[in-house]
């Protein structure tokens, strides 16, 4: 059923977006409503860990997911240089958690220390303990994505530790805000 | 602050997982919270459209977005032989919408007969009336991930023609329903 009335668009300049388009985008997209992880993995004995909410499923056979890492984030070089991580699906309580590991300037040593977590049974990678599910993934490729990485792999574990309220209750992120869902 | 528990993972069988991982993957990734889109497309002056929860924000330089699609699928099809898309955002009243373009079934006669849109101005891709944003995009990659393609590409154009309480109420997709965000 169309609507003849024309869309008022933003038409982006090219190939070089201006700086308006670029805020312009940032606002649109962070109208993009999705759930909350932390990615982890470990290098060399030292855990690496960052919120995120830029990542997917695939497929179901075999099990895929995808996490999108900006390429010069301490987190991006961490993956690509141990091939294996964690994804740990953050529920309602966990937003203390989130904040502190979305945070660019946290420090490595003692990163976790305020961070419930166990280890990973595949990977040894951290999985944020209350976590809805988790997942522990091999990377099977990593394609460049403008200023980021896409970082796709096969699922290797993967379980639930969500307990008391979680369980049914993620963390969403919506307008550059945490969110819940309405019961 | 590591709890010693070990976590009761299930591991995979590789290099092929077994009926039952899939099964149990299918179930734990159902918890993946996400914002829900229709993906469209025109070839050959005939509209695709399709629901999809399996998309991102990329990049913000430039704006840069990604659709996972069924390999086998029309709208992965369309997608590929027309080189860009539109990605709607739905709001909470557009659940007849997303439950009709969600279905394998429908046809593509008629197919956006009952669904309210406009023309993109950038592609011509049918965008989904009363969206919270949409997004206009021409693929720059594509990515084979198992079963599935990851298509990456460079929003073209942008907007938001949001009104009364889809502006701010995002049709959420968790534990396989429809859901809202709570107030």
Redesign the interface.
């Known amino acids: 059923?169309?609507?003849?009335?024309?869309?008022?668009?933003?038409?982006?300049t090219?190939?070089?977006?201006s700086d308006e388009?670029?805020a312009?985008?940032?606002g649109?997209?962070a109208?993009?409503?999705?759930?909350v992880a932390v990615v982890s993995t470990v290098v060399r004995g030292r855990d690496y860990a960052a919120t995120v909410s830029?990542?997917?499923?695939?497929?179901?056979?075999?099990?895929?997911?995808?996490v999108?890492l900006y390429a010069e984030s301490r987190i991006a070089e961490a993956v690509r240089t141990s091939g294996s991580w964690a994804l740990s699906?953050l529920g309602s309580t966990h937003q203390g958690v989130a904040n502190w590991l979305a945070s660019p300037g946290t420090p490595l040593e003692g990163l976790?220390?305020?961070?419930?977590?166990?280890?990973?049974?595949?990977t040894g990678a951290?999985?944020v303990?209350g976590s809805?599910?988790?997942?522990?993934v091999r990377s099977?490729?990593v394609?460049t994505?403008?200023?980021?990485l896409?970082i796709?792999g096969?699922?290797?574990?993967?379980?639930?530790?969500a307990s008391g309220i979680n369980a049914?209750d993620?963390l969403?992120h919506?307008?550059s805000a945490y969110?819940?869902?309405?019961?």
């Open positions: 059923m169309e609507n003849p009335e024309p869309l008022q668009s933003r038409l982006l090219s190939p070089e977006p388009d670029i312009l985008y940032r649109l997209s109208d993009t409503a999705s759930g830029g990542f997917l499923s695939v497929s179901y056979d075999p099990p895929t997911m995808l999108c699906l976790l220390a305020q961070v419930p977590y166990r280890r990973g049974t595949a951290a999985v303990d809805l599910t988790y997942f522990e099977t490729a394609h994505a403008a200023t980021h896409i796709v096969e699922v290797v574990a993967m379980g639930s530790i049914m993620p969403i919506f307008g969110r819940r869902l309405a019961r």
